[in-house]
C-alpha cells in the first residue's frame, strides 16, 4: 500500500507568453526552448596525460518558434517591420508554465529577442483548418525559474 503523495507531471498545452510591449501571448506551440555549447579543446606542451583538455566555450541558443492562430492582432508584424526598417527593437520575454489550477509553476526567460522570421498562414480552399501564423526568435539568453 503507497503512502507516498502522488506528483503528477505538468501538462504541456498549459502555457501562456509574455514579451515586453506585446498583447499577444496567446499561442498554440511554442518550441525551441533551448541551449547548447561548444567544447574548446586545449593541450599545453607541459601536460602530463597524452589527452586534450575539454574547455568550456559559448553558448549557444536555439531560436523560439511561434505558432498561434491568425487574427486582427498585428503587433508580431509590426515588431518585425520595425526590425526590417533597421530599427532595434530587442525584448525580453518568458514562456510560462501552468499547472492545471492555471497557477504559474515554472518560466522560461528569454533576452535581447527580435522576430528573424514571420510567415503568413498557408490556404487552402478544399481545407477547414484554422489559419497559423509563424514567427521565430532570435535571442540572447534563457533561464529557467521554478
Known amino acids: 500500500m503507497a503512502t507516498d503523495e ?3 507531471p505538468y501538462r504541456g498545452f498549459n502555457f501562456r507568453m509574455e514579451i515586453d510591449g506585446l498583447s499577444v501571448g ?3 506551440e511554442v518550441s525551441g ?3 547548447e555549447g561548444d567544447a574548446v579543446e586545449y593541450r599545453e606542451g607541459t601536460d602530463v596525460p597524452l589527452t586534450v583538455r575539454k574547455l568550456i566555450g559559448l553558448r549557444k541558443y536555439s531560436n523560439i518558434t511561434l505558432k498561434r492562430g491568425y ?3 498585428a503587433e508580431l508584424w509590426e515588431w518585425y517591420r520595425n526590425i526590417v526598417n533597421g530599427v532595434s527593437d530587442r525584448r525580453n520575454g518568458s514562456v510560462i508554465l501552468m499547472d ?3 497557477n504559474d509553476v515554472m518560466r522560461w526567460d528569454f533576452e535581447n529577442a527580435w522576430p528573424n522570421k ?3 498562414p498557408g490556404f487552402n480552399a478544399t481545407g477547414n483548418e484554422v489559419a497559423i ?3 521565430e526568435l ?3 539568453g534563457l533561464a529557467l525559474e521554478s
Open 6 to 8: 502522488r506528483i503528477d
Open 71 to 73: 487574427t486582427k492582432n
Open 138 to 140: 532570435v535571442h540572447e
Open 26 to 28: 496567446a499561442f498554440s
Open 33 to 35: 526552448l533551448s541551449s
Open 118 to 120: 514571420i510567415e503568413a
Open 100 to 102: 492545471e489550477e492555471r
Open 133 to 135: 501564423e509563424t514567427v
